[in-house]
């Protein structure tokens, strides 16, 4: 059913956006997007501002990500939308449902130089699964609404729509479109079947399950699956908590010692990339599980490759009709190595060292964090740290930049968090490095209401590049940043509070503070820069 409207391009453009569950938008003042906050105003559509570009779009992203439902960023036209560029990257490369809207300079006098005159598909087209400029206001609900279906379409994806000056001003009527139900892609039969049979055969499998696997609702059929074969499950991004931590198939430590080991590796919902060795597991065979036939790896050969809606795939490996070998000794053997790991862990958590261990803020973190806390990090050794050290509990808590590791997602997601869960704890782990990214937007969150803890591993040093430098070149340059300086100062006059921890038994006491302050709150860890993350690769 399709339904008339009238009005001018911004409440258009807004009723579409309803149409299909967009609640909010994050932007930046501009005056070529006007129209969409009139619309947003008269119509009590809440809108969050921000003091950077990319903190709107990282915000958008966050709720995209989190909610699983498309989330707005609105950016006026030329350096608004280039500031976003980072943003529309990075869900880009998370296959996140972000749309963004951009002013654009009229098209009347187009090449006469008005202010802020550039085209933006060029630079967004790449990182975009769909841009395009919308001339006239009564196409704008059609183009809303072919962006956010292809947005949400798997392999989801960001989506940029620019309005002409003139077309979001003036008045039209237009027709909403009825929404178009995204259909779930139909997986190969044979592929599928393939796949659960060599997993079945298997007799040291190991599944890794990442994010599309929470985008794609899929989560229950991972763990049917994983259950029916009895299949340890390890996992990265948003897959992390699919399982919880006490189920017996769930394991985090253990991977070396898994993927050494492993003769069949189930990649689900995640690229073959840096992160997975570049899908190269020794003589294991792979399956690559993908949601959408363009992720399939074009550097590897799998000996399966199902692609399509991860639920059917993973519901039909979970129903696999033929024997499966049994796996409780290789389950066991796993179980052994993750147990030690643990220990060794509980031991570096508890650590008394002077100056405090990154280790040591994990481990006071764990004490005061819920079950549905969302932890989002930002930085680098630091972050690192967090995904060895804290467990999330429950799918869809644990927000990191992704494969493109871009730092700055910080006060965004942080913002894009909190307007998704206003009553879940908001806990940021940042390094000091990170932090100049975007903690000028504490005053976004203070001034709009939206408490969140900020944890500062501070180093004085960018440290996942220092210290890499130095083991390349025996010296390092451009690494280093002012030691102890007061971070939890700059919250406390952007309008939250904060203070520095230099002792590991003051840890605890102001994590707790830090969560009742009901402020945007930075708690500033005087952390050891001697340490160093221990990785194999080094560079990023
Ligand atoms: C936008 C951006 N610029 C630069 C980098 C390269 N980079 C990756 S980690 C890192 C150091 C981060 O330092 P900090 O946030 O202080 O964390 P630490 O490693 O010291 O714990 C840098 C500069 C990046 N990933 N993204
Ligand atoms: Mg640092």
Redesign the pocket.
């Known amino acids: 059913m399709t339904e008339r409207i009238e009005g001018h391009g911004g409440e258009l453009a807004l009723a579409a956006l309803r149409a299909y569950g967009v609640r909010e938008m994050f932007t930046l003042s501009g005056g070529h997007v006007f129209p969409l906050y009139d619309a947003a105003h008269k119509t009590g559509f809440p809108l969050y501002d921000v003091r950077h570009e990319q903190s709107a779009v990282f915000a958008a992203e966050a709720v995209a990500k989190l909610q699983r439902r498309p989330g707005l960023a609105v950016l006026t036209a030329g350096p608004g939308v280039t500031n976003g560029i980072?943003g529309l990257t990075s869900a880009y490369f998370n296959a996140s449902p972000v749309l963004v809207l951009g002013g654009r300079a009229p098209q009347f006098r187009w090449g006469s130089g008005s202010l802020q005159e550039m085209d933006h598909l060029p630079l967004v087209a790449p990182v975009t699964k769909h841009a395009e400029t919308v001339f006239s206001p009564d196409d704008i609900p059609r183009a809303v609404t072919a962006a956010l279906t292809a947005a949400l379409t798997p392999h989801r994806g960001p989506v940029f729509l620019d309005f002409p000056l003139e077309a979001v001003f003036s008045v039209s009527d237009a027709e909403l479109p009825a929404l178009p139900g995204i259909a779930p892609v139909e997986p190969d039969t044979d592929e599928v079947a393939k796949a659960a049979g060599l997993v079945a055969a298997a007799s040291r499998p190991v599944i890794i399950a990442g994010s599309d696997v929470y985008a794609g609702d899929a989560v229950d059929a991972l763990r049917a699956a994983a259950e029916s074969l009895q299949v340890p499950v390890f996992t990265n991004g948003m897959g992390r908590g699919a399982l919880p931590p006490e189920h017996p198939l769930a394991f985090a430590k253990a991977r070396r010692v898994a993927l050494r080991g492993a003769d069949v590796v189930v990649v689900i919902g995640t690229p073959l990339d840096f992160r997975l060795s570049f899908g190269d597991f020794g003589d294991a065979q792979v399956v690559h599980i993908v949601d959408a036939p363009s992720q399939r790896a074009a550097h590897v050969q799998p000996a399966a490759a199902p692609a399509g809606d991860l639920r059917l795939i993973l519901t039909a490996l979970a129903d696999h009709p033929g024997d499966r070998a049994d796996h409780a000794d290789w389950i066991a053997e796993l179980r052994t190595a993750e147990d030690a790991a643990k220990a060794r862990d509980a031991e570096e958590m508890a650590a008394e060292t002077d100056p405090i261990r990154p280790a040591r803020v994990y481990g006071e973190l764990r004490k005061v964090l819920a079950r549905d806390a969302i932890t989002i990090g930002d930085?680098?050794?630091?972050?690192s740290y967090a995904g060895r050290y804290l467990e999330p509990a429950q799918p869809g808590t644990w927000l990191d930049p992704g494969p493109y590791?871009?730092?700055?997602t910080g006060m965004g997601y942080a913002m894009g968090a909190r307007v998704s869960h206003p009553d879940r704890q908001i806990c940021v782990l940042?390094?000091?490095?990170?932090a100049g990214?975007s903690l000028m937007d504490v005053e976004s969150l203070a001034r709009q209401k939206l408490p969140v803890v900020i944890v500062v591993?501070n180093?004085g040093?960018?440290?996942?590049?220092k210290h890499p430098m130095r083991a390349m070149y025996g010296y390092d340059v451009a690494a280093d940043?002012q030691p102890e300086l007061r971070y939890d100062h700059v919250v406390s006059a952007l309008g939250g509070a904060g203070e520095t921890v230099a002792k590991a038994g003051d840890l605890g006491p102001a994590l707790r503070r830090a969560f009742d302050a009901g402020v945007p709150y930075l708690v500033n860890v005087l952390t050891d820069p001697a340490d160093a993350y221990p990785r194999s690769s080094n560079l990023?």
Do not use: K, P, Q, T
Not at 379 to 383: A, K, L, R, T, Y
């Open positions: 980072s930085g680098g050794d630091f972050v590791g871009c730092l700055g940042m390094g000091d490095g990170a990214f591993g180093n040093i960018w440290g996942l590049e940043l990023a």
